[in-house]
């Protein structure tokens, strides 16, 4: 959030913009953007640790993770299956059911976190599996947020498990983010490249562009990293909003926020006039720019509480939204105690949550389906999952 709310429009105030498409520019003065984006994130932060005691939602108990894989050894590898069989069957359903086996898709990195936390030796077949998989899937559709998110958790994972001490942790970091910006840099080339039939999807292909733009050593000039710093900048939808309302459309006052809620947590068959996903019209409305079908943008859940409530209301709401994601992670620690898997399925539940360039339904709608039909999972199979506390003693 930081990121996307500080850092990208930072370095698009002082000098990035120059080298921005129009649109793409921010459209207010740096301090009233900053006037409404820090106190609002600040206070997202606040809710989110103000009842987290010591991070309790964030607490892998390792303990009872091994005794689990011990007393399921088979389980792990069969969350692999299910991950990689519903990824495959998920084409031949409508996009009613998208979301069931996308999240079931899911598994296959729950399956790979329980057999790193869980067994003693690496299962390096496994990771290369999984991971891989991930891999060549972003390579084969030119996407690669997944890729970097999955890098994410699983590094997590492993820093968890081996306890990796801060200067290995520098290094990584370090690592990841070279990785991340070289993506952003190639990707649009990528692309290009790959969609045109030119050149066949794969890491050579992606190796090859890499030093064709790097042949002067200029992949990491200005001009090149301008464009790829969107992605890393909301701000800049933020301040069309900020432009857009009131002077042009009054504020929504919350009617825009129950359309949002009534899309995230009603069934179509109840609600069967709420918003469709990914539909363009809110975000074309209070943001003033017009996008194509298929483009990809969010207003933010910082854009939504601006254009609903003002500054100051936004600000109010953003506090009480992290309030709302440290009580589903506090629901998640006090139930890991007896179902000690649980916390690792946060990894899913939070997973279009932590991005910042998300709309707001989208992120309500994956929250709340997916604490749902975890729900059904562990109720449906408690034996399974359930590790006495006796025993974990």
């Avoid at 936004?314 to 992290?322: D, Q, S, T, V």
Wanted: aromatic share 16%; glycine share 8%; proline share 3%.
């Amino acid at each position: 959030m930081c990121v996307q709310f500080f850092i990208g429009p930072i370095l698009a105030y002082n000098g990035l913009d120059a080298y921005q498409y129009f649109h793409y520019k921010m459209k207010i003065p740096e301090s009233d953007y900053f006037a409404y984006a820090i106190p609002a994130v600040c206070l997202f932060i606040m809710g989110l640790h103000i009842k987290a005691g010591k991070l309790d939602g964030e607490i892998v108990d390792e303990r009872k993770i091994t005794l689990f894989v011990e007393k399921n050894p088979k389980l792990p590898y069969l969350f692999i299956i299910i991950g990689f069989l519903t990824s495959v069957l998920s084409g031949f359903f409508g996009s009613e059911l998208a979301f069931v086996f996308y999240l079931l898709g899911s598994f296959k990195f729950i399956g790979l976190f329980l057999l790193i936390l869980g067994t003693k030796e690496l299962k390096t077949l496994s990771l290369v599996v999984v991971i891989g998989s991930i891999v060549s899937s972003s390579l084969g559709e030119g996407m690669f947020h997944d890729l970097i998110t999955w890098i994410i958790f699983t590094g997590s994972i492993f820093a968890i498990k081996y306890k990796i001490g801060f200067n290995t942790k520098v290094i990584a970091c370090a690592v990841f983010i070279f990785l991340a910006v070289t993506i952003q840099v190639l990707k649009a080339s990528y692309r290009a490249a790959t969609g045109t039939g030119k050149e066949e999807a794969g890491i050579e292909t992606f190796s090859n562009l890499y030093e064709k733009q790097n042949e002067n050593g200029s992949i990491f000039s200005a001009a090149k990293l301008a464009p790829a710093t969107v992605r890393i900048n909301q701000g800049f939808i933020i301040t069309n909003i900020m432009v857009n309302v009131p002077a042009r459309i009054p504020f929504s006052n919350g009617e825009e926020m129950y359309q949002l809620f009534e899309a995230a947590i009603m069934p179509r068959i109840l609600a069967p006039n709420k918003l469709n996903a990914g539909d363009r019209t809110i975000f074309m409305k209070y943001s003033g720019l017009q996008i194509r079908a298929g483009t990809s943008m969010g207003l933010s859940s910082l854009g939504d509480a601006y254009l609903n409530y003002g500054i100051y209301g936004g600000c109010f709401f953003m506090f009480l939204l992290g309030l709302m994601y440290s009580a589903i992670l506090n629901i998640f620690y006090k139930q890991s105690k007896n179902y000690p898997v649980l916390i690792l399925f946060t990894a899913l539940v939070f997973y279009y949550p932590i991005r910042p360039d998300c709309e707001l339904q989208t992120i309500l709608g994956h929250l709340f389906k997916s604490c749902f039909l975890i729900a059904c999972i562990i109720y449906f199979f408690k034996k399974t999952f359930r590790v006495q506390t006796a025993t974990a003693n």
